[in-house]
């Protein structure tokens, strides 16, 4: 038989809650005063001849309203506004009224005039049913005669399949266990919430650092917008058609790195290479067998992946723990995969180990040091380059900067795309020679030595893949730094 909580009993948890100064019949009358004020706006809509719309929550015990119930009821409402104009109805928010009071979080507006009331209530009972929560989300509509307009459905209880009413006058629930399970549950839909913002975002992101990338024109031996570099078999809309395939799996990896509860991080790697193999297929279906970005892929996964797990972690992006992440992530990787004699597959990568040692330890050595070129090396010098430089700056400008970027990642980068296809020798050249841009004295110099290094590529038929792929990471920690920050996401009031 269920425990019947007294009106006495359920009384003490409110005193509880409050504290043994206030009184039971001081917290009635001031939760009455505050929906006699609600009415009072009604009456305020009715006078200017309109209906109103109202939206608050149903708030079991006191008090109604917290931090956390206001940060629910802020996202409903913004839903809410933009069901209905979805449905083509636009709230005029210039006589709009949101408060909290002793009642709770309140919202009214006058609604236009032309659409039936009994159509825009229909919309309410539609979005309260498909809400996760709706059960709690109580839109009321009254005319201008103060008419409230009913569905006459009845509610269920929150905490059981009776209906709401019967459980109230039998008592078969404390406030207390209603009003914890209701907290719990939106504390839940609240975090939920963040986690699909934040892993949707971070794939946005890490979808716009590579459409920069690719776009980055001339590049020394590589694919731009208007060159091929040293690859006949593809062009700049190749990289577009492949981009497109793996930009599906983006969110999926940052979920993964969001949600990881494995005992060490070492534990990430096989996850993140599952994706990845799912992504490397789609892209060799979508490029009918070119490999376009089968580095990038392992370099986006782990950067995706890594920036999720330091906000999860955080609750803000902190290049210091991404890089931790990171280094944890590929421990011993370069002695596992490259040192350790194995039966998998030859790759580029491996061919170039055996035949130049750790110099040819490639994007395995880079990952397995958390990715110093980037962090050390491209970050820095990415936000010299847009320092001062406005959110509307030119096409050219931005170029620029990006491509100073990419030459300063390829006089620090052991690029094995240069190994496999030429040699150590050809290696030492394309750094010295994009030092020595990075070196010139003035713009005209700089242009002169950039063209430089665009025809020995091109001599050579060189092509610097590994540098574009960590540009293109370079450029998404940028973009989740300026998202995730500390200082982006609290920002100072004055």
Known sequence: MPFKASMFQRNIFIECLLGSSMHVD???????????????????????????????????????????????????????????QAHGISLDTTDEVKQIDEAGDFYIVPLPEGRPLAAIKALAEAFEECHPLGRIIDIDLADRRLQPISSGKLKQCL?????????????????????????????????????????SRLAALALKAILYEISVSPKPGLVGRFEQGAHHDMDYFTFIDSTSVLAGHFEELALSGYTFQGEGLREALPAIRTVGLKMEAAMFSATDGVNTQKGLIFLIGLALFSAAHSIARGGTFATACCRETIAAICSDLVQNELITPTVAEQTHGKSCFHRYGLEGGGIRKE?????????????????????????????????????????????????????????????????????????????????????????????????????????????????????????????PTY
């Open 367 to 491: 990952a397995e040091a958390g990715l110093p070129s980037v962090f050390e090396q491209g970050l820095p010098e990415l936000e010299s380059a847009f320092a001062g430089m406005e959110k509307s700056a030119g096409a050219s400008r931005i170029n620029r900067a990006l491509t100073k970027v990419l030459v300063r990642l390829m006089t620090v980068t052991n690029d094995t795309n240069i190994l496999y296809r030429k040699d150590l020798h050809t290696l030492r050249t394309i750094q010295r020679l994009a030092q020595h841009v990075l070196d010139a004295e003035n713009p005209a110099a700089e242009t002169e030595r950039y063209s430089q290094l665009l025809d020995y590529c091109r001599l050579e038929n060189a092509s610097p893949g590994g540098s574009a792929d960590l540009l293109a990471v370079t450029l998404f920690f940028h973009f989740v730094q300026k998202s995730f920050s500390a200082a982006a996401m609290h920002p």
């Open 159 to 199: 905490l059981c399949e009776q209906r709401a009413a019967v459980c109230m006058r039998e008592a078969t629930h404390t406030y207390e266990e209603l009003q914890n399970h209701l907290i719990g549950k939106i504390r839940c839909y609240l975090a939920d919430g963040i986690k699909q913002q934040t892993c």
């Open 26 to 84: 001081a917290i009635r009358n001031k939760i009455m005063i505050a929906r006699e004020k609600r009415a009072s706006l009604r009456e305020q809509c009715s006078q200017s001849g309109s209906d109103s719309l109202s939206l608050s929550l149903n708030i079991p015990g006191y008090p109604k309203s917290m931090p956390l119930l206001t940060a629910f009821f802020d996202d409903v409402l913004s839903e809410w506004k933009r069901f209905l």
